[in-house]
């Protein structure tokens, strides 16, 4: 049995206990600041927001590129040999990284890409039903096991509220960040991947501890999510009683397990501090 080994980016924020667990491997993504190239994950997030206070910028991200992408796919090549690799990737319509995963592998056997066209939580539920699904049918085929990957893709639903607008408009990521008018500094958006681009739906009014339950019961209200599993996502600087808010209501409504995840220094450089986003799955 040939044996099939899960790839993801360092922008689903997977945490590292699951990834060492469930033995799936991270490609980091980089971090630009003052200059310098950060690998995901090597960076402090409060290095960010120090840099931030500091000098009144906010760092940039790029992708992981393609000759980076082929020697990481290399490596676990040379490691396990005959193995199949199933890459699933952060959504190529906010980055460059799954396209340079496309060029990366054009000449490499055996590995399937999966467009995931989802961030943070979002790609971390989709890469967790995968790590499910192979460890409860390890003799899966594997054309088999992409296909019900894709299956989940489009019903991996994400939404957070960002800690602080200016690294949001700074990031220039949300496709409609007009539609929040004048009011911008006054509000605070929800925003939600709706097939694969970053997109402000709605906007709220007031503290973060009022917002971040409207954002909670308004997301249960609209999506049918499988009770099974709950991603709640934080940026360092989120108060503490907001967390245990949030994770009352999801036990509450039903939430058989729910998984806290600390967004990483890309994914900050976006949000910024004292963000809050939760992620899971429909039915």
Not at 124 to 138: Q, S
Not at 185 to 195: A, N, Q, S, V, Y
Request: aromatic content about 8%; hydrophobic content about 40%; charged content about 25%.
């Amino acid at each position: 049995m040939r044996r099939m080994i899960l790839t993801t980016e360092s922008g689903a924020d997977l945490p590292e206990e699951l990834a060492d667990k469930h033995k799936v491997q991270v490609v980091p993504m980089h971090v630009i600041m003052d200059g310098q190239d950060y690998l995901d994950g090597t960076l402090p997030v409060t290095d960010i927001y120090d840099y931030y206070e500091r000098t009144k910028k906010i760092p940039s991200t790029t992708s992981t590129n393609s000759h980076e992408y082929l020697e990481f796919f290399k490596k676990i090549k040379s490691d396990f040999p005959d193995c199949i690799i199933i890459h699933i990737g952060y959504t190529s319509k906010a980055s460059s990284s799954f396209q340079n995963a496309i060029i990366a592998t054009e000449e490499l056997d055996d590995i399937f890409l999966i467009d995931a066209l989802n961030v943070t939580g979002g790609l971390t539920a989709i890469v967790m039903y995968a790590v499910t699904l192979l460890e409860n049918e390890p003799t899966i085929d594997p054309a088999q096991l992409v296909a019900k990957i894709e299956s989940k893709v489009p019903k991996s639903r994400l939404a957070f509220v960002p800690g602080s607008l200016e690294f949001l408009r700074a990031g220039g990521r949300v496709s409609n960040l007009a539609y929040l008018g004048g009011a911008l500094l006054k509000i605070k958006p929800r925003i939600e991947l709706i097939d694969g681009n970053l997109v402000s739906t709605k906007k709220y009014r007031g503290k973060m501890e009022v917002v971040s339950e409207k954002l909670i019961r308004d997301y249960l209200g609209e999506y049918n999510m499988d009770r099974e599993q709950l991603y709640l996502i934080y940026s360092i600087g989120l108060d503490e009683k907001i967390k245990q808010s949030m994770d009352e209501i999801a036990k509450e409504t039903g939430f058989k397990n729910v998984k806290w995840i600390q967004a990483g220094a890309m994914i900050s450089t976006h949000a910024g501090p004292g963000g809050i986003g939760i992620a899971g799955l429909e039915v």
